[in-house]
């Protein structure tokens, strides 16, 4: 009886200790494997980041660029304000 309780204890110690490294390993080899993704899709957010901000200084520049002069306070100066402006 013994004998048949210490080769229990013992397979259920090498499976729980089997278990543990097994699962060490695999979140390793996950987080291997998740770093390089990571840094490749932070890039592409940067990129799109990027572009984004160029198009709206774009538009913000078209949008002054077309608009009628205005004065400090938002509204339209009158003619001969802006000649003594210029």
């Known amino acids: ?4 309780l210490t ?9 729980a200790l089997g278990t543990a490294l097994c699962v060490r390993y695999l979140r390793q080899e996950l987080t291997a494997r998740i770093g390089p993704t990571m840094d490749l899709v932070l890039l592409k957010l940067d990129n799109v980041q990027g572009a984004v901000n160029l198009a709206l200084a774009n538009w913000h520049a078209e949008l002054h660029r077309n608009s009628p002069t205005c004065g400090p ?9 802006s000649i003594h402006a210029a």
Not at 7 to 15: A, N
Not at 73 to 81: D, L, P, V
């Open 73 to 81: 306070h938002g509204n339209r100066q009158s003619t001969e304000e």
């Open 7 to 15: 080769f229990l204890s013992s397979t259920l110690f090498g499976l």
């Open 1 to 4: 009886m013994m004998l048949v």
